[in-house]
């Protein structure tokens, strides 16, 4: 079983940085894609980035040139670096990891078999 633990999260300033990261258990975590997803209140979870197993990289239109996700294999870690937020910004962030990721779902909350318990962000404006 894999479990994603999200940790980071906090009240910021709009403007500022903000670093967030999952841990996942298990030996085999340099076989996931990763992705990150956010639920804002009221609204539906929604895509905010990925990284494939090859490393490649893919955003959100919303977060595309502020955010840069990346990954420590050895480390088992998944990190999303949030610059320049915005209130918008603002929303629970989840993690989520799937062994053999489709492109065509990726951006997809079906496309992910394993989510983590979300870590909450706050931008004040």
């Known amino acids: 079983q894999v479990q994603l633990v999200e940790s980071g999260g906090g009240l910021v300033r709009a403007g500022v940085s903000l670093r967030l990261s999952c841990a996942v258990s298990?030996?085999?975590?340099?076989?996931?894609?990763m992705g990150w997803f956010r639920q804002a209140p009221g609204k539906e979870r929604e895509f905010v980035a990925t990284?494939?197993?090859?490393?490649?990289?893919y955003y959100a239109d919303s977060v595309k040139g502020r955010f840069t996700i990346s990954r420590d294999n050895a480390k088992n870690t998944v990190y999303l670096q949030m610059n320049s937020l915005k209130p918008e910004d603002t929303a629970v962030y989840y993690c989520?990891?799937?062994?053999?990721?489709?492109?065509?779902?990726?951006?997809?909350?079906?496309?992910?078999?394993?989510w983590g318990q979300g870590t909450q962000v706050t931008v004040s404006s």
């Open positions: 989520a990891a799937k062994g053999l990721l489709s492109v065509a779902t990726m951006t997809t909350i079906d496309g992910y078999d394993y």
């Open positions: 990284i494939l197993m090859s490393g490649n990289t």
């Open positions: 298990g030996r085999t975590f340099g076989s996931y894609s």
